[in-house]
């Protein structure tokens, strides 16, 4: 019996370790008037929509939730993805977006009011 329990014990480390997942497609694209989702017939998250609902599809779109977030002296705030995307929200209402490495080039783009968000320190 405790053979049998030392055999398992040292089989247990030998368990492969699970490869990592691939990363997701990109299904969010950048454009003048918010963001166009991809496959989506055409739909986008459009400017003045609520940061709540913005931030919630975004995370879904994105898999992954913001890694970063700061309120700037205009009260504007700026939630940062790893994938490169920035999304600018005041007074709850998103309000633009700035988009940069790794995933959009560089230097990075941006629309809407980024409230004096820099577009240089994208990422």
């Known amino acids: 019996m405790i ?14 370790a699970e490869p990592p997942a691939p990363p997701m497609p990109q299904r969010i694209s950048p454009a003048a008037s ?23 599809a975004t995370n879904r779109l ?3 939730v913001p890694v970063k977030g700061g309120i700037n002296a205009q009260g504007c705030e700026l939630r940062q993805w790893k994938n490169g995307l920035e999304l600018v929200f005041q007074r ?7 988009a940069g490495p790794p995933v959009w080039g560089s230097p990075a783009q ?3 009011n980024t409230c004096g968000f820099d577009t240089h320190n994208a990422g």
């Open 92 to 98: 709850g209402r998103f309000v633009g977006w700035i």
């Open 110 to 112: 941006a629309a809407g």
């Open 62 to 64: 994105v898999g992954a």
């Open 34 to 56: 918010g963001l166009k989702i991809a496959h989506s017939g055409g739909q986008e998250i459009s400017f003045g929509r609520s940061q709540l609902g913005v931030e919630t």
């Open 3 to 16: 053979r049998v329990f030392v055999i398992a014990v040292a089989l247990s480390g030998c368990a492969t």
